[in-house]
């Protein structure tokens, strides 16, 4: 079993959708957590950090749930400027555990 | 760009040779990681340096590969050797540390071994 792990994509949403990701960690020592954007051929950048109490930025939401070992990030009013892969990731220790992504897609 | 530099963003070469790849971190972060990406996955952790001290390697790290962070600036990845399934993205990031451990990743160096 992988440390992190992602939703099976693609999504295939409309403009305006909401689309929800899951993330699900394995190891419980996991300091903190992220979601990194990546577009096609680009490097990974850095969407959301995610708290405890849960964190909310412009259309994104992050939650987090410790005892579930789940991390969730959820976007509202879908852009086709959202269309990208997100990466979740876990920080044990000194590295980050990424995901495989899970590939959006945004269509008009 | 005050951002995260790495150079070059790509590099064809063919089996057996070897290849350096170069990582400039944003200034004052004392920590440099690589990683290394495949289609389709994430980013696989290979190293990481605090100041010119390397601190962590994976296992997936094999001896054909070195990292240097000499003066804890730059670093470089070294790939002996290079065999097929090396082709792939690897990609540089650096934290501030100090209990701030945001990763700002730079564009990646892609590999192609022929």
């Known amino acids: 079993r992988k440390e992190v792990e992602q939703d099976p994509g693609p999504f295939n949403v409309p403009e305006g959708a909401t689309v929800a990701f899951n993330c699900t960690y394995s190891n419980s020592a996991s300091q903190s957590f992220f979601w990194y954007r990546q577009d096609c051929r680009k490097e990974p950048k850095l969407l959301m950090s995610v708290y405890s109490s849960g964190n909310e930025d412009g259309r994104f939401t992050a939650q987090l749930n410790r005892a579930s070992q789940y991390i969730s990030l959820l976007i509202r009013d879908s852009k086709l400027s959202d269309s990208a892969t997100y990466l979740c990731a876990a920080r044990g220790y000194n590295k980050l555990i990424f995901g495989a992504g899970t590939r959006l897609a945004v269509h008009p | 760009d005050t951002g995260v530099s790495q150079d070059p963003r790509h590099k064809i070469t063919k089996r057996g040779q070897n290849v350096t790849f170069r990582c400039d971190p944003i200034?004052?972060?004392?920590?440099l990681y690589w990683y290394r990406q495949t289609l389709g996955q994430g980013p696989e952790f290979l190293t990481y340096f605090q100041n010119e001290a390397q601190l962590e390697k994976s296992r997936l790290l094999s001896d054909r590969f070195s990292a240097e962070r000499p003066k804890g600036s730059f670093s470089t990845l070294e790939i002996q050797r290079t065999e097929q399934g090396d082709s792939a993205m690897y990609l540089c990031?650096?934290?501030?540390?100090?209990?701030?451990?945001?990763?700002?990743f730079g564009p990646g160096t892609r590999l192609l071994v022929l």
């Open positions: 990031a650096s934290s501030l540390g100090a209990g701030q451990e945001t990763q700002y």
């Open positions: 200034s004052e972060h004392n920590r």
